[in-house]
């Protein structure tokens, strides 16, 4: 296994709208290896392949709070969605940032495991909101594009702020 570099804002890379994964062979298995990987080790909770430059449709989470649990989602898509939550979301792409995002609160999802094998779920709570973080990576989406055009350029101004501190990084990741 290896660990993947993460992309970060501004990379334009992270604006790529990612292609359904079409081949479910050894290169999968070991790009979800190398994903879950690099997920643990950068401390977050979800990763989309996006996040590590692979413009294809696929991410990782892990919810849990042993972090031992990860989950695979291949060509997710939300069938139906209900409620509203706002939860503080922060984003291994967004270093150091946090801020408030409303999401569904339930989602059904439909995804392929990396055999090819087609599931159906519902989500909520962290697994809901996660899932939909990650799916917005696959379509160039990111949470900080939620936010008035006020509390972006809070976003920026820190950004640039803590990019001058180098070798800082961030206390806590999240998504
Ligand atoms: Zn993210």
């Known amino acids: ?31 979800v290896a190398d994903m879950t990987e690099t997920m643990y080790g950068a401390a977050g909770i979800g990763l989309a392949a996006t996040q590590v430059n692979v413009h294809r449709r696929l991410l990782v989470l892990d919810v849990s709070e042993s972090q031992d649990q990860p989950r695979v989602y291949i060509n997710p898509e939300i069938i139906s969605a209900e409620g509203s939550e706002t939860c503080e979301e ?10 408030e995002v409303s999401r569904a609160e339930k989602v059904r999802v439909s995804a392929q495991n990396p055999d090819g094998s087609s599931f159906e779920e519902d989500l909520d709570g962290m697994h809901a909101i996660c899932l939909q973080h990650e799916i917005d990576h696959l379509d160039g989406k990111l949470f900080v594009d939620y936010l008035s055009p006020l509390k972006r350029r809070m976003v920026t101004k820190k950004l640039e702020k803590q990019r001058k501190i180098s070798g800082q990084k961030p206390a806590r990741a999240v998504l």
């Open 90 to 99: 922060g984003c291994l792409s967004v270093p150091g940032i946090y801020a």
């Open 1 to 31: 296994m290896a660990k993947l570099e993460i992309l970060e804002i501004p990379d334009v890379r992270l604006r790529t709208i990612a292609r359904p994964v079409e081949a479910f062979d050894a290169d999968l298995v070991q790009l």
